[in-house]
């Protein structure tokens, strides 16, 4: 600069001689920058806190959200661009081992959900199912069965074996914990763990009617796709 000047270093870059100036009179003076660049310091400093809190999995969606738990209005659209510009991302679901191994000479339940995951009362519906986890000494499988209702897990069981005693644990700690109920609809996938004798016989013992999806589709049992998805993005 002391050799060529302002003006023939931005002619060079190039850049107006303007834009330099202004520039280093906002480094020099904040305030006068415009509403809108100080407001995205404040949200992005937000933005980093909840996403550093949720150990870099959030994505704009849950930021936005945790944002309005906080007490804090701005548009998702604004963390959206905020996020992007500064390179930060949710964490992505891959693609999945598969779990769901089922038999067409299987005797099975009709689908009584029909994709409506709804529910009026707790233990009207339940949806079951189990994802697995990669580690160091191999593949380690969850199951779980959650009340459609509450959006609560009322039965898991993690186990090294995808076999008819893990999901039979979850089943059995999920009528254990809501006291025996009566007439539940318990959904699940086609997965032979599922329609084992043993399995079909503790729910039919313990008054559970059972409702069967499809094969290989996770629109069938969605609600039970998304906790573990979740399970797998947020909590392992």
Known sequence: RGSYG????CRVLPIAPSTYHRTKDLESY???RSLRSQHDDFYISEIKRIWQDSKCRYGARKVWQQMKVDGLKVARCTIERLMRQHGLQGVWRGKGKITTHSRDDQ?????????????HRPNQLWVADFTYIKTLSGWVYTAFIIDVFARAIVGWKVSNRMNTNMVMAALNQAIADRNYPKDVIHHSDRGVQYLSIRYTDKMATCGVIASVGTTGDSYDNALAETVNGLYKSEVI
Do not use: W
Not at 6 to 9: C, D, F, K, P, T
Not at 108 to 114: F, G, I, M, Y
């Open 6 to 9: 302002v003006e023939l270093i």
């Open 107 to 119: 005797k099975r339940a009709d689908d009584l959900v029909n994709r409506n995951f709804s529910a």
């Open 30 to 32: 904040p305030e006068k």
